[in-house]
């Protein structure tokens, strides 16, 4: 054996490396950021949310195709908020993990539908949820020709409009962007009720709830309840204020629109799917006002693209390119709201200067609802009090589409960065103490040979760290919390290599054998239990990462990784310095070596024989 070539391929393996660290997997900055692992949140701080599936939005249980493709929409809205590595990842078969390192997020609208259609308004009326009379009709102001392009009042302390321009384009005034409930709910316009029930069953339970007569009541209503030409209506249909938003969800649409106690708190809270279908009339809340809308005449899928962009007026706003198709239904949907075709819109829903508004609703939210002024034959905007956080999120969310799977919130971690370094100390404490008593044992137990023990960690700890930077580069890997924890369990693996080679070593010694031949003979013989353990340890890692989800997957990750490292310096390096060593005098010195008794006195310690007298006479 050639020891001198095993140490030199060790060589070239930890050059080649650190010249990838350095040089390659997208590496930049300066020689200390390139030197820099990607850090979980748990130790840098950051954003940590858990979404569950539950159903598909036709109800039924969602595939592991439908959960890549809703991880993928979700990665894509996640990237559009311009943070450096965010990650999103699955776990098992229902559950999508964000988690984005940095500054503290609000992530609950990534898991929203995001379903966008653009509907009339048809009707109006109070949304308080109180016992009141409909709400009088908006007040019509003067205003120029539509050209003009005046702004219009579309609810209560909020200004809207959508005018066509020479570009063809026309703006729409959002209320602030929707947080929609992922909880997931039956629709009331007739999709499929995910969980054991359908819809007819839960409809069903809430008559009972409310009662037979409250329920007649309310289904007898033709336009919402005026109680002043009848005042019993008001103990009938109180019951109808104590339904949860889930309730209120699967109610038939008139019910919800006429019956005063169905207010926009209930209203609001419904899960993403309850008016996903776009050839029924659905009902929806803008600033306190419950708005009646028609069929949805144009689709989140009619869109081409969406973006946020400056104006000019300097303010951010999300501009539309409609598909050829859709825009052919834009500008129908534009036609029918500004000429009022067939009186479809009634009094109460007009804009100022008397016509139909059209309603922007993304999942259960009115975003906008401007008046239109024009027939709209080209792209549109969606303008209004929108940061540029805002109106990239929502440009996000209709420009990568809706997703296939309802999701619920199961849970929104925010670790702060000060949080995160603790964490970072106290995990690099751990195992900085754990490699000292591994070392300081070493040198009590084996002596000289503790200093291979400790070269050989010092190796293997730097071949991991420049692993851990690559990989962190090249394949997203994240050290956690979870992660330093497998690599101080690797520490034991590491020694348990080296306790099997040298008590071996001793055995061979004792049995007669020179250190010189000795060493070969107890690494042929320990090389398979070496082997069988750290096999046994990748095995373990192996499964406990393909079985398991969360951390624990980095857990398994850095055990394995930091397994098969030392299983390389054992065969690279502490085999050939063994054989390196037994050709010292030191390595035969019991004291120097902590072969201890193992090794035979040495010839110069042997008394001398007594010289015979008789020879000296002769």
Known sequence: MRPGRQLAVLGIIFVVLYLLVFFAGGASGGWKDRLEPRLGLDLVGGTRLTLEATNTVDGRPPTAENLEEARQIIENRVNAFGVAEAEVVTEGDRNIVISLPGENRDLSDVGSAAELRFRKVLKATDGSGTLAAPVPSPTATPSGSPAASPEVEASPGAQASATPSAGGQGGMAPTPTPSASASPEPSPSGSVAPGPQTIEEQRKAVEEKVGAEAWQAANGLQAPADLTTDPSLAEKLAPFGTLSAREVAVLPVPVQFNVPTVGCAQLDERPPASIKDENQQAVACEGGIKYLLDQAKVLGTDVGNASAVLDQTSQWVVSLD???????????????????TGGACEASALGQDGKCRVAVVLDNTIVSSPEIQGVLTGDSQITGSFTQAAASELAGNLRYGALPVTFEEQEQQNVTATLGESHLRAGLLAAGI??????????????????????????????????????????????????????????????DSFVIY??????????????????????????????????????????????????????????????????????????????????????????????GRALPPRAEEQPAKPRNPRVKEA
Do not use: C
């Not at 198709?325 to 000429?339: I, M, P, S, V």
């Not at 997957?553 to 063994?578: Q, S, Y």
């Open 322 to 340: 409609f598909k050829s198709d859709g825009q052919r239904k834009w500008t129908e949907l534009t036609r029918e709201a500004f000429n009022n």
């Open 434 to 495: 754990g490699m000292l008593l591994v070392v300081i044992y070493s040198f009590f137990y084996y002596r000289l040979l503790g200093s291979v023990i400790f070269l050989s960690l010092v190796l293997s700890a730097l071949m991991l760290y420049g692993a851990l930077v690559f990989l962190g580069r090249q394949i997203g890997f994240t050290l956690t919390l979870a992660g330093i924890a497998g690599i101080i369990v690797s520490l034991g693996v590491a020694a």
């Open 502 to 595: 040298f008590e071996r070593l001793k055995d061979e010694i004792r049995e007669g054998r020179s250190p010189r031949s000795a060493v070969p003979r107890a690494w042929v013989r320990a090389r398979r239990t070496i082997i069988s353990a750290n096999a046994i340890t990748i095995m373990s890692a192996v499964v406990l990462y393909v079985v398991s989800v969360g951390t624990v997957k980095g857990f398994a990750f850095a055990l394995g990784m930091a397994t098969v490292i030392d299983l390389l310096v054992v065969f690279l390096f502490r085999h050939p310095i063994m054989a390196m060593l037994a050709r010292t005098k030191a390595f035969l010195s019991p004291r120097v070596s902590g072969l």
